[in-house]
């Protein structure tokens, strides 16, 4: 069973900058791809960003530029920094781990962005930017 430990979410200034971690624990596969997903209340969780394997990252629109995925497969760790924060970006943000074919497949960055390709997700950490 793989448990995901989120930390980092704070309150910030809009322009600010967080940096998210997901710390992984219990048996984890050879290879797997993970990602971080958003979800303000009443609405449905969304993709931020994903990451395979091999490190390649992958970002919704909404946070390219801005935001950076990175993973420590040595840890089992992932991370995801956040700068130049907007008051849209406050949701409760999620770690995922996915280990099902379409993480091998050489389409992972066309797929991260769906919920059902993930197996594990984490509690979640809050992050609130204010105006």
């Known amino acids: 069973e793989v448990q995901l430990v989120e930390s980092g979410g704070d309150s910030v200034q809009a322009g600010g900058s967080l940096r998210l971690s997901c710390a992984a624990f219990?048996?984890?596969?050879?290879?797997?791809?993970m990602g971080w997903f958003r979800q303000a209340p009443g609405k449905e969780r969304e993709g931020v960003a994903g990451?395979?394997?091999?490190?390649?990252?992958s970002y919704a629109d909404s946070v390219k530029g801005r935001f950076t995925i990175s993973r420590d497969n040595a840890k089992n760790s992932l991370d995801l920094q956040m700068d130049i924060l907007k008051s849209e970006d406050t949701d409760m943000y999620y770690c995922?781990?996915?280990?099902?074919?379409?993480?091998?497949?050489?389409?992972?960055?066309?797929?991260?962005?769906?919920?059902?390709?993930?197996?594990?997700w984490g509690q979640g950490t809050q992050v609130t930017v204010s105006s």
């Open positions: 995922a781990v996915a280990t099902g074919y379409d993480c091998y497949s050489g389409s992972w960055s066309h797929l991260w962005g769906g919920i059902h390709e993930y197996s594990y």
């Open positions: 990451i395979d394997s091999r490190g390649s990252p």
């Open positions: 219990g048996y984890m596969p050879i290879s797997y791809c």
